[in-house]
Structure formats: C-alpha cells, structure tokens
C-alpha cells in the first residue's frame, strides 16, 4: 500500500456536482473512481469527460452500472478492490440522483405512490449507508476517510413534485449524522454540503425547474446561482488534514441564498 497515493470513490459522478468533485480531485493528484448509471447515447460525452480527468489524476476508474443494487454494487467493489489493490479509499463522494419527482396530488395516477418514497429514499438516503458498510466490512476505508453527501433546501423546504426527494434528503442528513457518530473511533467524517440551486441535469429534470432558478437568483445576495465548482471546492476542503474536526454536520454552499 502506497500511503501517498489518495482516492477518491464518487457514487454518481458523469454529471453535475458528482462530475465537478471528480475533477477538482483529479486536479489535485487524487486517484478517482467513478460510479455512474448512464445511456449508451450519453457515453460519448462522458467518456470524453472521464478522458480529460483521467489526464491529471493519478488513476482513473469508471464503472457503468446500477449503484442501488446489492449484487451490482459487489460487483463494483470487488472491481476496485482488484483496482487498486492495497490502497484505499480516502473520500467517498455520494452524488446520486436517482428518484421520483412526483406531485403528491394528481387527477390521473401520476400522484406519488408508496413505492415511490421507498425507492427514493433508498437509492438517496439509504444507499450511502450501503457503500459506507460494505466497503468498511471490506477493510477498503483509510484509518481517516471523509464522507461527503450532497443535500438540498429540498430537506427542511416544501418543494411541489419534491416530496419523496426531500424525504431521502432528510433520511440522507440523519444517515450521516448518525456515520459521524458511530464510525467516529473508526477514523471516519462524515458531513453533509447542502448546495444551493445549481444549472445541473438533475435540476432540470424538476417540474418548473426555471422557476426555481429565477427565485434564487432573487434571493442570492451574490446574485448568481451556486455552480458545481462551488461545491467541489469545497469537498476537497473537507478532505484536507485541517478540516478532519469537521463531521456530523450539514455546511451550506450557496453563497447565502438560504439567508432569506
């Protein structure tokens, strides 16, 4: 084992803010692996992406496939264990945009479904607890591994279509608290990066997404929206020696569109 070499996993990572992080660590001599679930008519892009990254990071790996599911994510693990051999993962980034946007309230039966909380939840909230475990199970965690998820104001606001995602938000929030609390003599951190409304495809797949922008926009005292870099900045600053104090809280990244 190389205890130079770092790594960085990103559960969600050919898009958005999970692309960013990628490539801020990369930038930084990080070794990245990316998880990410994507149609074959957007790898091109992506792969173009990867390729980029893959030119500054000290190692670069990318696994199309299912990150919820059990047998696929052993799968995964198994991968990157043969991956990097000895070393091991020092950030785990969770980024995953996987679940129903739904109103509560339709005349048809698009109304949201039982069902859908669960697999929402599941795949936002519960799922970081998932690769949490089995990669400690797997002893593949450094003696100091950080924990990053991605959280909105979609957690304590009520959104329209936004319901079972705010849930798996707030389900997230108390994951990580809870990380931090029970994993703390393991040497893990786990803390939360609530970013502000960011131009990203997952934005834009929320019913009136451009009303959303508009309203923070007005409300940012900077008044522009928060970017991906915004927060990819800022998980590497969690990952450094002097923020290893930090963990088991929620840090907000939007330039202070959350003040009113």
Known sequence: MNENVKWVLIIGGSSGLGLATAKKFAAHGFGVIVVHRDRKTDLEIIENQFNEISKSAYGFHSFNADAVNPSKRKEILEKIKESIGDDKVNVLAHSLAK????????????????????????????????????????????????????????????????????????SLEAIVRNIALEFALKGIKANCIQAGVSDTKSLRMIPNSDLLKAEALKRNPNKRLTTPEDIANVAYLLSLDEAKWITGTVIKVDGGESLQ
């Open 99 to 170: 679940g129903n946007l739904k109103p509560m309230y339709a005349a048809d039966e698009s109304a949201l479904t039982n069902q859908d909380f669960h697999l929402t939840i599941d795949a936002m909230g519960i799922n970081l607890y998932d690769w949490t475990k089995e990669l400690y199970d797997l002893q593949m965690l450094s003696n100091d591994t950080r924990i990053i998820a991605y959280t909105s104001e979609g957690n304590s606001k009520a959104w329209k279509n936004y319901a079972a995602v705010s849930a798996a938000k707030a």
